[in-house]
């Protein structure tokens, strides 16, 4: 692999929600430009897929640390700085990408399942930033957010859900604001519609996903949902020195869907 492609030797990248979807993609990205990573999720044994897919794209053994359990937890998320820093003793790249969607209108919408939402998709983020500061500090590391189209558009029957990925969009400002003075950046990438296990999680059906997808042909300029290479090498460029002189961005990788897209 050339220089050029090795963009994060050296690197630490600690990577939530790293067992599916575009964390996982994006973990891999990582590991094929040099970085050490540490990866968490709930699912230990695609952890452990993720793992071995990094050392078949050339990461050493031992430099890719799977760590297991809730980030919805406080006392996780605090183990899981701490152990990243106990391991690599540095950390270079926070990348805040876990999160969940629940189907459901304001009026719809049950409350514990808003409450899981706002957890996973902003305290948690919220936690985790404050906890990586003074480690990013030291490094003149950076943050890269998992947003979304729905934090800069609205979209109806998924209220609760806009509102977190706004939410998270003012924590990348504002932080970004914050600790610019220190050297650290923070962006975050707004993907439009990515073929993952999040939809269908989130309570669509096979034929209600499949559907879902067809309407994206419709619904994104470009003709058709994107897919987790595309937000993986976003990711990978705003955490790279190449985005140097990016802060506060809010990076669509959405087909044309957050500005020109018909609903
Ligand atoms: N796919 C899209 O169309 C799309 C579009 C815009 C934005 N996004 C955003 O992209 C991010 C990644 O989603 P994805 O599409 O890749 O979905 P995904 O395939 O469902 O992956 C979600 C990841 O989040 C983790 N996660 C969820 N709840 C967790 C918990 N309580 N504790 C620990 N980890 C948890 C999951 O890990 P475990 O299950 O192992 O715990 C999994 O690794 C999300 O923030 C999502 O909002 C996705």
Redesign the pocket.
Same mark, same amino acid.
């Given at each position: 692999m050339s220089n050029m492609a090795m963009r994060f030797s050296g690197k630490v990248v600690l990577i939530?929600?790293? @067992? @599916?979807?575009?964390?996982?993609g994006a973990a891999l990205r990582f590991a094929r430009e040099g970085a050490r990573l540490a990866v968490?999720?709930?699912?230990k044994d695609?952890l452990q897929k993720l793992v071995s897919e990094c050392e078949k794209n050339g990461s050493n053994k031992d430099s890719v640390l799977p760590i297991v359990?809730?980030?919805?937890d406080d006392k996780f998320r605090e183990n899981l700085i701490a152990s990243t820093v106990n391991k690599f003793e540095r950390i270079d790249v926070l990348v805040n990408?876990?999160?969940?969607?629940s189907m459901g209108s304001c009026e719809a919408m049950s409350m514990n399942a808003y409450d899981h939402m706002f957890n996973?998709?902003v305290r948690a983020p919220y936690h985790l930033t404050k906890l990586a500061i003074p480690h990013l500090r030291k490094t003149k590391g950076n943050i890269v957010n998992?947003?979304?189209?729905?934090g800069i558009r609205s979209f109806s029957g998924v209220c609760a859900y806009n509102m977190t990925?706004s939410a998270l969009d003012q924590l990348t400002k504002t932080v970004a604001l914050e600790v610019a003075a220190d050297g650290i950046r923070v962006n975050s990438v707004n993907?439009?519609?990515?073929i993952?296990?999040?939809?269908r999680?989130g309570g669509l059906d096979e034929e209600q996903y499949a559907m879902f997808l067809e309407n994206s042909k419709r619904t994104h300029p470009l003709g058709r949902p994107g897919n987790v290479e595309e937000v993986a090498s976003c990711i990978a460029f705003l955490a790279s020195d190449e985005a140097s002189f990016c802060t506060g961005n809010l990076h669509s990788v959405d087909g044309g869907r957050g500005v020109l897209g018909v609903r």
């Open positions: 939530t929600g790293a @067992s @599916s979807g575009i964390g996982f968490t999720g709930r699912n695609a359990g809730d980030i919805g990408n876990a999160g969940v969607i996973i998709n998992v947003s979304s189209v729905n990925k993907p439009g519609v990515i993952t296990e999040l939809q999680r």
